[in-house]
């Protein structure tokens, strides 16, 4: 089945640790995003990548990274910068453009915990 | 910068009753507006979206919403609610510009419980 997987679903940092949280897509799609979720703030941007080897900051892109160095991948690093990580993490994907494809496919998610 | 307001944050209704989830935006020019549904520990579905046209928009799962440019609304119903719809839903926003596409700006989201 095509879609998009993220793992692990559950990960705990250490104070002063990076993490990198897995985001993979077999659906063949050029974007690929990172939502962070907040109870009660939605859902907000952290990084975006429109295409292999390229990527943007969203609105919240302070304390982490990203690389998109394969299609199917877009795997995002929780630096030691970020000092509430402590979230729900959210990795989508969406393919070509024109209203017809205004459609976000997400994943289930990553919790990130601080011990 | 656009914005999105879900006044209510929790709304229980009985099975069978009808719904209405609201959602109000700021934004200059005509928004490009979504429906999402979250389920517990799982990712987002979109629901329906709307751009330009007819204002009554239809979903899947018996959904439809109306945009109403003059309250700069874009409220979510359905006539008879299942109890498998008890669930999150976020309204969302994006600019009409062609690099925009996928940057959403999310509301607060709305937790819909159902009461059998």
């Known amino acids: 089945d095509g879609g998009i997987t993220q793992s692990p679903k559950y990960l705990f940092r250490k104070e002063g640790q990076n993490v990198t949280l897995s985001c993979e897509q077999n659906?063949?799609?050029?974007?690929m995003y990172w939502y962070r979720q907040d109870p009660g703030q939605g859902l907000r941007l952290i990084y975006y990548?429109?295409?292999?080897?390229?990527?943007q900051k969203g609105d919240i892109a302070e304390g982490y990274s990203v690389s998109r160095e394969k299609k199917e991948s877009f795997p995002l690093t929780v630096t030691s910068a970020q000092k509430n990580p402590t979230a729900f993490y959210l990795c989508?994907?969406?393919?070509?453009?024109?209203?017809?494809?205004?459609?976000?496919?997400f994943g289930s998610g990553t919790q990130l915990s601080v011990l | 910068a656009q914005s999105v307001t879900q006044p209510d944050i929790h709304i229980t209704v009985s099975e069978g009753a009808s719904l209405e989830l609201r959602c109000n935006y700021s934004?200059?020019?005509?928004?490009?507006l979504f429906w999402y549904v979250q389920s517990p520990g799982q990712g987002l579905q979109l629901l329906l979206k709307?751009?330009?046209?007819?204002?009554l928009v239809q979903g899947i799962k018996g959904f439809e919403a109306e945009f109403k440019r003059s309250q700069s609304s874009f409220n979510l119903r359905k006539p008879s609610v299942h109890w498998s719809d008890a669930a999150e839903y976020f309204c969302?926003?994006?600019?009409?510009?062609?690099?925009?596409?996928?940057?959403?700006?999310f509301g607060q989201g709305t937790i819909l419980t159902v009461h059998p």
């Open positions: 989508a994907s969406r393919h070509g453009t024109g209203f017809t494809n205004e459609k976000l496919f």
């Open positions: 659906l063949n799609h050029d974007a």
């Open positions: 990548s429109q295409i292999v080897n390229d990527f």
């Open positions: 934004y200059g020019a005509t928004p490009y």
């Open positions: 709307y751009f330009s046209g007819d204002t």
């Open positions: 969302a926003v994006r600019n009409a510009g062609g690099t925009s596409y996928g940057k959403l700006t």
